[in-house]
């Protein structure tokens, strides 16, 4: 059992000041996930007839995207991780007893309260072009599109994207470019994605651009923070697809 | 949604377009200082052929300025949106919302900083180096372009550039300045070659291995040649 002095960042609204308030959360487990300690300390907060600090979850399995936090520096902490399967004996094993905790910070994302922000601009990038056509009626055969397997392997590496937000919370530009660029070559490697193959690279971008977000200056960190390590080769797909848009064939 | 007019990229382009005009003038300007680096690296040859070699450019008359205004045009593109990206970029970036002083004064988006794993400190420093390029090309331009001190003239009416060369390179302060660009101009051109690369998406699963090795051997090249003339006047190999 441990102990940590946590500073977490405490905003009441999103027009707010906020600050960084400092606790002693005790009886930590080595096992327990980083959210428990944070279960742990509302507990605590919520005896003390304080007012529980927000923050992001749903899952808890690391496949949902809910969860987000900066911890000590790094998106989602310490490990290539979602902060709910992040543990604690992680801090433990390097001797590692204060720990910070802000929101994933950028104009695009919002904060809503404490540690918890507006993400709701991905929502909106994918609405305008993460979608495909398909035919109503019966279900396709699931072999009646004959992908080549590298290609099967590279789209669902892409698919892998969660849409947790760590790119941008990484990025020093708060760029979007890793996300986007995700969603786009995921498609763009799937025959399924052809129809819209044009107007998808085009809407998407807009869209990023619209919601505020930053570009990209090939720094890596985003790939670095990514919890699914999803690769910046895609960001090489988004752009080769972005001029395919502009002076490539139209069929 | 947080756009709005000062938030955007000039003439409407999308930030992606933007970037890769970004990259194409930056290949254009690597160009352009790998020609005026050989041209210059003619120092070392025992003869007048840097002064021939000055003289047969001031000669190109009418396609002297095509090529002066051309290269002013790629510089300014790449500057003017340089800034622009890079202001929406802190924009988009955002600053903490805090009265207590100790935050607020961090001047960093995160309370404690961003512990940085990967980014190289030459990719995180671009606009510095870049700003300190935009100077030295404004000196550089004074120094050798506009208002040579005293041309001295070396016979048949050419202007002795070599002499020139030397003279300006014998203060050391003179010499310094150049030598810490050049350092900038290296450091910029160690992200900015294979960071072009990627914008334009050339990087693929088979270009890899050579795009990473393209900035750190545009840069020494660059760097090296460059840096090599104050250096051997300050040491009297050329003299």
Known sequence: ?251 | MSSNSSNSVPCGMTTVGAKMLVALTGMALILFVIAHMLGNLQVFLPGDELNQYAHKLKSMGPLLWVARIGLLSVFVCHVGLTIALTRRNAKARGALSSNEIQIRATGERYVNGYSYETATTASRFMIHTGIVIFLFVIYHLLHFTISPDHPPVAGDELIDVKAMVIEGFSHSIVAGVYIIAQLALAAHIYHGAASALQTLGLRTDSTKPGVSKAGILLAAIIGIGNISIPICVLTDIIS
């Not at chain 1, 606790?23 to 428990?36: A, P, Q, R």
Request: hydrophobic share 35%; with cysteine; glycine share 8%.
């Open chain 1, 1 to 251: 059992m441990a102990t940590y002095k946590v500073k977490i960042w405490r905003q009441s609204g999103p027009n707010a000041n906020g600050h960084m308030e400092r606790h002693i959360v005790k009886g930590i487990d080595g096992d327990m996930s980083f959210l428990e300690m944070l279960d742990h300390l509302n507990e605590d907060l919520e005896e003390q007839g304080k007012e529980p600090v927000a923050f992001d979850h749903d899952c808890r399995e690391g496949i949902c995207g809910a969860c987000s936090l900066v911890i000590n520096g790094q998106a989602h902490g310490p490990e290539t991780t979602t902060t709910c399967q992040l543990h604690m004996r992680s801090f433990e094993e390097h001797n590692v007893s204060e720990i910070d905790i802000e929101p994933f910070r950028a104009t695009a994302f919002p904060i809503i309260k404490d540690c918890v922000v507006d993400r709701s601009g991905f929502d909106r990038v994918i609405q305008s072009g993460g979608f495909v056509s398909v035919n109503t009626g019966n279900a396709p055969d699931a072999n009646a599109n004959a992908i080549p397997k590298p290609e099967a392997d590279t789209a669902f590496d892409a698919a892998a994207c969660i849409g947790c937000g760590a790119c941008v919370a990484a990025c020093k530009n708060a760029s979007a470019m890793l996300f986007v660029s995700a969603k786009v070559s995921h498609l763009a490697h799937l025959p399924q994605g052809d129809a819209e193959r044009r107007e998808r690279v085009h809407s998407m971008v807009n869209t990023m651009d619209k919601e505020g977000f930053g570009s990209c200056t090939n720094y890596g960190e985003c790939e670095a923070a990514c919890p699914k390590s999803i690769s910046t080769d895609n960001i090489a797909t988004l752009n080769r697809e972005f001029i395919r848009s502009k002076v490539g064939p139209t069929t």
